[in-house]
């Protein structure tokens, strides 16, 4: 398995961000926070209301300790209309309901493309980099997803992993911006949900992992 240095930085959003930045990969805008007085700052640097931003703890998952910051009003007919999305919070309700201090945080611009999740497998002998696009999503997990072969995915992927020495198995999540760049969003040092995938592709990771 990983040493814990590994497992630490592949398990904190904020510092997987770092990494990839330090690399010279793409990243999308991401700052730490622990105030609310922080995120109003950074709310305006990330060019808020036009644009949406995203506040997310730095090591929960599946959705936990994650929210979309919109500006967007309550309308009868929307809410008559169409799905109500998770975790989607307007600025009135964040201000009376997020305290003034909070354990440290990050808040980022919020990337409106497809979403993609990578699974991987690094072993001593090889190095597996699998990329798919998530195309239906419940709860975190894929219902629907499609197998996708993007080079820039698989070497960042794997030039990532190379540099904080992991082992065994590995997810990515990125996701595209405004203009349709693949950025890294986070790193799951687990089982993804949909990881049983990758053996449509011809590599099964988890009985590698076995």
């Not at 950074?42 to 929960?60: D, G, H, S, T």
């Not at 611009?109 to 999740?117: I, N």
């Not at 030039?159 to 992991?166: G, L, N, P, V």
């Amino acid at each position: 398995v990983s040493n814990l240095r590994s497992f630490n930085i592949a398990n904190d959003k904020y510092l997987t961000n770092k990494l990839f930045k330090s690399i010279g990969f793409s990243v999308p805008k991401t700052y730490e926070i622990t105030k609310k007085t922080e995120i109003i700052k950074y709310l305006e640097i990330l060019n808020f209301p036009k644009n949406k931003v995203v506040i997310k703890a730095r090591n929960l998952f599946g959705k936990r300790g994650f929210l979309i910051l919109d500006n967007g009003k309550f309308s009868i007919k929307d809410f008559l209309n169409n799905k109500v999305v998770d975790n989607i919070i307007n600025y009135e309700t964040f201000k009376s309901t997020f305290p003034d201090t909070f354990p440290s945080m990050m808040i980022m611009e919020f990337l409106p493309g497809k979403e993609y999740s990578v699974d991987m497998f690094i072993g001593k002998k090889i190095s597996i980099s699998i990329p798919r696009i998530r195309s239906k999503i419940r709860s975190g997990i894929s219902y629907s997803t499609k197998l996708y072969q993007n080079k820039n995915i698989i070497n960042q992927s794997l030039k990532f992993a190379e540099r904080i020495k992991y082992k065994g198995i590995l997810g990515l999540q990125f996701k595209e911006n405004i203009n349709k760049n693949p950025m890294i969003l986070e790193c799951n040092p687990r089982v993804q949900g949909t990881m049983i995938a990758s053996t449509i592709a011809g590599a099964n990771l988890l009985k590698m992992q076995i």
